[in-house]
C-alpha cells in the first residue's frame, strides 16, 4: 500500500474515532480491544508485511478516541462553569461579534475577571443593547447551566460554553479591548453596512445585506417568508452550504464568462473568497466552509480534481484536531463537508444529465445548475433530518435565482471596493445590481405565491437519513459505474 494512501486511511481512522467516541461516551479503552480483535481477523488473511499500516490505523483511531476525550473541560474551581446556579457578579470581555437574534442580542464573554476564570459565559442581552466586540463588562447575573431544564445547546458546546445568563444587569466598563485585527475587520463590516443602507431602498437593501454580509434581520418578514417557501432561505445566510456554492459559482464565473485561464481564476476566486470571509466577519464557519471550498478549486487548478477528496479530508482532519466536537455537534461543519463532498463525486455526474442544456457565453447555465445540485445532494438528508422541511418549490426556484447569484456577489464585491473610495464609481454598479436584486426578490415572490402550501413540515428520524444516505451512495456508485461503462 502506498504511503499516501496510507496517510489518507489514518486520517479517516482518527476521524472515525472522534466519530464514535462523538455518539458513545466511553473511555478509549474500551474502545480498544474491540479495535484490536478487528485488526486480529484482517492480518489473518494478510501476509504479515502488511501489518503496519493496520498499526498505524490503530493508532490514530485511537488517537481520534483520545482528542475526543480531551475535548471537555475539567470543571473545578477555576472553571466559571462551577459556579452555575450561584449568582456571581465578574468582569469579562465581549470575544467575538454580537449575535443579533429577532428578539435579543448575544453576547460570548471570556477573559473572566482578567482570565482569573477559564471558560466562557454566553448572555442573552436586550435586542438593541449598544454592546460591541472588544468591550469590557461587568455582568451581574445567576448562571445557568448549557445543559439546564433538558435543553442542550450544541452551539455553545462546540464553542467550550458551559455557561450562559439571562438578561442580566450589566455595566460597560471599557471600549476596544478586543484584538486590533479583528477590530478592525468589524469596523470595516459596520462601514458596508452603512454603504449598503445608504445606496438601496428596500427590500433590496437588506437582501443585498444578507447576501453579502449574513446579516438577515432587517430583511421584512414577508420577504423571508417568500425565501423560506420556496427554499431558497440558504443564499440568505453565511453557512457551509453558502460558502461552498459560492466558491464554485465564483469560479465558473471567472472561467466561464472572464474567459481568465483556470489557473489565474484560482487565484482571484481565492481572493475574492477570503475578501467575502472577512467581509462577513471571518465566523468560524465561513472560515472552515472557505479552506475546504479553495482546496477543491486547488485540486481543479492543478488539474487532478481526484485530489480534491485528500485535501478535504486533511482539512477536516486538522479542524477536528483543534475543535473534535465540530463532528457531530456543530451542523454548520456538516453542511459544509457534506456539500464539498458532493462537489466532489456528484458534478461529473450532474455534468451529464444536464449536458443538453447549453453553456451559453455571459450564462453557462449548465455549469451553475450542476455545482449548486451538486452540494446539495449529500446535504439533503441533514437539511430533512435537522429542520424538517421539504419544499416543492425549491428545485425551480433554485434553477432561476442561482445563476443570477455570483454575478451579484462579483459585482457586489466591486461596488463595496469602489465604495470606500469613491461613491461616484459605487454608483456606477448600482443600477446592474439593483435589477439584479429585484429579478431575485420577483422570482422568488411569484414562485411563493404559486407554491403557497410549501415547504411541508415533516418529521424526518436519523434512521431515514441514513437510509437516504444509504441509497444516494448507491445511486453514486450506480451513476459512476454507467459513465465509466459509457466512456
Same mark, same amino acid.
Given at each position: 500500500?502506498?504511503?499516501?494512501?496510507?496517510?489518507?486511511?489514518?486520517?479517516?481512522?482518527?476521524?472515525?474515532?472522534?466519530?464514535?467516541?462523538?455518539?458513545?461516551?466511553?473511555?478509549?479503552?474500551?474502545?480498544?480491544?474491540?479495535?484490536?480483535?478487528?485488526?486480529?481477523?484482517?492480518?489473518?488473511?494478510?501476509?504479515?508485511?502488511?501489518?503496519?499500516?493496520?498499526?498505524?490505523?490503530?493508532?490514530?483511531?485511537?488517537?481520534?478516541?483520545?482528542?475526543?476525550?480531551?475535548?471537555?473541560?475539567?470543571?473545578?474551581?477555576?472553571?466559571?462553569?462551577?459556579?452555575?446556579?450561584?449568582?456571581?457578579?465578574?468582569?469579562?470581555?465581549?470575544?467575538?461579534?454580537?449575535?443579533?437574534?429577532?428578539?435579543?442580542? $448575544?453576547?460570548?464573554?471570556?477573559?473572566?475577571?482578567?482570565?482569573?476564570?477559564?471558560?466562557?459565559?454566553?448572555?442573552?442581552?436586550?435586542?438593541?443593547? &449598544?454592546?460591541?466586540?472588544? &468591550?469590557?463588562?461587568?455582568? %451581574?447575573?445567576?448562571?445557568?447551566?448549557?445543559? &439546564?431544564?433538558?435543553?442542550?445547546?450544541?452551539?455553545?458546546?462546540?464553542? &467550550?460554553?458551559?455557561?450562559?445568563?439571562?438578561?442580566?444587569? =450589566?455595566?460597560?466598563?471599557?471600549?476596544?479591548?478586543?484584538?486590533?485585527?479583528?477590530?478592525?475587520?468589524?469596523?470595516?463590516?459596520?462601514?458596508?453596512?452603512?454603504?449598503?443602507?445608504?445606496?438601496?431602498?428596500?427590500?433590496?437593501?437588506?437582501?443585498?445585506?444578507?447576501?453579502?454580509?449574513?446579516?438577515?434581520?432587517?430583511?421584512? $418578514?414577508?420577504?423571508?417568508?417568500?425565501?423560506?417557501?420556496?427554499?431558497?432561505?440558504? +443564499?440568505?445566510?453565511?453557512?457551509?452550504?453558502?460558502?461552498?456554492?459560492?466558491?464554485?459559482?465564483?469560479?465558473?464565473? =471567472?472561467?466561464?464568462?472572464?474567459?481568465?485561464?483556470?489557473?489565474?481564476?484560482?487565484?482571484?476566486?481565492?481572493?475574492?473568497?477570503?475578501?467575502?470571509?472577512?467581509?462577513?466577519?471571518?465566523?468560524?464557519?465561513?472560515?472552515?466552509?472557505?479552506?475546504?471550498?479553495?482546496?477543491?478549486?486547488?485540486?481543479?487548478?492543478?488539474?487532478?480534481?481526484?485530489?480534491?477528496?485528500?485535501?478535504?479530508?486533511?482539512?477536516?482532519?486538522?479542524?477536528?484536531?483543534?475543535?473534535?466536537?465540530?463532528?457531530?455537534?456543530?451542523?454548520?461543519? $456538516?453542511?459544509?463537508?457534506?456539500?464539498?463532498?458532493?462537489?466532489?463525486?456528484?458534478?461529473?455526474?450532474?455534468?451529464?444529465?444536464?449536458?443538453?442544456?447549453?453553456?451559453?457565453?455571459?450564462?453557462?447555465?449548465? %455549469?451553475?445548475?450542476?455545482?449548486?445540485?451538486?452540494? $446539495?445532494?449529500?446535504?439533503?438528508?441533514?437539511?430533512?433530518?435537522?429542520?424538517?422541511?421539504?419544499?416543492?418549490?425549491?428545485?425551480?426556484?433554485?434553477?432561476?435565482?442561482?445563476?443570477?447569484?455570483?454575478?451579484?456577489?462579483?459585482?457586489?464585491?466591486?461596488? +463595496?471596493?469602489?465604495?470606500?473610495?469613491?461613491?461616484?464609481?459605487?454608483?456606477?454598479?448600482?443600477?446592474?445590481?439593483?435589477?439584479?436584486?429585484?429579478?431575485?426578490?420577483?422570482?422568488?415572490?411569484?414562485?411563493?405565491? =404559486?407554491?403557497?402550501?410549501?415547504?411541508?413540515?415533516?418529521?424526518?428520524?436519523?434512521?431515514?437519513?441514513?437510509?437516504?444516505?444509504?441509497?444516494?451512495?448507491?445511486?453514486?456508485?450506480?451513476?459512476?459505474?454507467?459513465?465509466?461503462?459509457?466512456?
Amino acid at each position: 500500500m502506498a504511503v499516501s494512501r496510507i496517510v489518507f486511511y489514518c486520517l479517516l481512522f482518527f476521524i472515525g474515532g472522534i466519530g464514535l467516541a462523538s455518539f458513545f461516551y466511553l473511555p478509549f479503552f474500551v474502545y480498544l480491544p474491540v479495535f484490536l480483535l478487528i485488526l486480529f481477523f484482517c492480518v489473518l488473511k494478510r501476509p504479515f508485511r502488511n501489518i503496519w499500516p493496520f498499526v498505524f490505523f490503530v493508532i490514530f483511531f485511537t488517537l481520534g478516541v483520545i482528542r475526543y476525550n480531551l475535548s471537555f473541560p475539567k470543571i473545578d474551581e477555576n472553571n466559571v462553569a462551577f459556579y452555575n446556579n450561584t449568582n456571581l457578579i465578574f468582569e469579562g470581555q465581549v470575544i467575538s461579534e454580537p449575535d443579533v437574534k429577532t428578539d435579543k442580542t $448575544q453576547l460570548t464573554v471570556g477573559k473572566i475577571n482578567n482570565n482569573q476564570f477559564k471558560g466562557k459565559v454566553l448572555i442573552s442581552a436586550p435586542l438593541y443593547s &449598544d454592546y460591541q466586540y472588544g &468591550d469590557l463588562l461587568e455582568v %451581574d447575573c445567576q448562571l445557568k447551566g448549557v445543559l &439546564d431544564n433538558g435543553f442542550k445547546n450544541n452551539a455553545a458546546i462546540v464553542n &467550550d460554553i458551559y455557561s450562559v445568563c439571562y438578561f442580566p444587569k =450589566i455595566t460597560n466598563l471599557n471600549h476596544n479591548q478586543g484584538n486590533f485585527l479583528y477590530q478592525k475587520i468589524f469596523l470595516f463590516k459596520n462601514q458596508v453596512k452603512n454603504l449598503i443602507d445608504q445606496s438601496f431602498s428596500e427590500p433590496q437593501g437588506s437582501v443585498f445585506s444578507a447576501l453579502l454580509l449574513g446579516l438577515q434581520r432587517q430583511i421584512p $418578514q414577508e420577504v423571508r417568508n417568500w425565501f423560506s417557501t420556496t427554499g431558497t432561505t440558504h +443564499i440568505l445566510s453565511v453557512s457551509g452550504l453558502h460558502v461552498a456554492i459560492l466558491s464554485q459559482l465564483i469560479m465558473i464565473f =471567472i472561467v466561464s464568462v472572464l474567459l481568465i485561464r483556470r489557473q489565474i481564476a484560482f487565484w482571484l476566486a481565492a481572493i475574492l473568497i477570503i475578501f467575502f470571509v472577512i467581509l462577513v466577519g471571518a465566523p468560524a464557519a465561513a472560515v472552515r466552509a472557505a479552506i475546504m471550498g479553495l482546496g477543491i478549486l486547488y485540486a481543479q487548478k492543478i488539474g487532478r480534481p481526484q485530489s480534491g477528496l485528500r485535501i478535504v479530508i486533511w482539512a477536516a482532519a486538522i479542524m477536528l484536531l483543534i475543535n473534535p466536537k465540530l463532528l457531530v455537534l456543530d451542523i454548520g461543519f $456538516q453542511l459544509s463537508f457534506a456539500s464539498i463532498l458532493g462537489l466532489i463525486f456528484f458534478t461529473p455526474i450532474f455534468n451529464q444529465y444536464f449536458k443538453k442544456i447549453p453553456n451559453l457565453r455571459y450564462l453557462p447555465i449548465k %455549469d451553475c445548475l450542476s455545482a449548486t445540485f451538486s452540494a $446539495q445532494v449529500f446535504v439533503f438528508p441533514l437539511i430533512l433530518y435537522y429542520f424538517g422541511t421539504l419544499s416543492l418549490a425549491a428545485p425551480l426556484a433554485n434553477i432561476l435565482i442561482l445563476p443570477i447569484i455570483p454575478v451579484l456577489m462579483f459585482l457586489g464585491i466591486f461596488f +463595496i471596493l469602489f465604495g470606500t473610495i469613491s461613491v461616484f464609481l459605487a454608483k456606477i454598479l448600482f443600477w446592474p445590481i439593483w435589477l439584479g436584486l429585484t429579478f431575485l426578490i420577483l422570482t422568488v415572490k411569484i414562485i411563493a405565491k =404559486i407554491f403557497y402550501f410549501s415547504p411541508i413540515i415533516i418529521n424526518f428520524p436519523l434512521i431515514a437519513a441514513l437510509i437516504l444516505y444509504f441509497f444516494i451512495v448507491w445511486w453514486l456508485i450506480y451513476a459512476q459505474k454507467t459513465q465509466s461503462k459509457n466512456s
